[in-house]
């Protein structure tokens, strides 16, 4: 069992920043490939980032290309998703989620999900 805390979620301007971490706990934080997902109002949750177990590879949707980052630190059992240039249409509750298999966008290859954190951009 692996146990995922979000946090870092808030308000901010368009153009603005956001640093979110998700928190592992429970199991070896290293044997998971991680990855972000969102989910706004009415919509069906969305693929963002993944990260591998060791780092060495991301992978990210298109729209967040560019202006956001995704990075771990195994020391720290930590995930980050710096997020830059942020844009209304970012609005969601952002989740974090840990599977032992595949950097994927597949949300049904992650087995243990965060509750989520909001992030509001105001236009």
């Known amino acids: 069992q692996v146990q995922l805390v979000e946090s870092g979620g808030g308000l901010v301007q368009a153009g603005g920043s956001l640093t979110l971490s998700c928190a592992a706990s429970?199991?070896?934080?290293?044997?998971?490939?991680m990855g972000w997902f969102r989910q706004a109002p009415g919509k069906e949750r969305e693929f963002v980032a993944a990260?591998?177990?060791?780092?060495?590879?991301?992978y990210y949707a298109d729209s967040v290309k560019g202006r956001f980052t995704i990075s771990r630190d195994n020391a720290k059992n930590t995930m980050y998703l710096q997020m830059n240039s942020l844009k209304p249409e970012d609005t969601a509750v952002y989740y974090c989620?840990?599977?032992?298999?595949?950097?994927?966008?597949?949300?049904?290859?992650?087995?243990?999900w965060g509750q989520g954190t909001q992030v509001t951009v105001s236009s």
């Open positions: 429970g199991r070896t934080f290293s044997n998971y490939a």
């Open positions: 990260i591998s177990r060791s780092a060495s590879s991301t």
């Open positions: 989620a840990a599977n032992k298999i595949l950097l994927t966008r597949e949300r049904s290859a992650y087995d243990y």
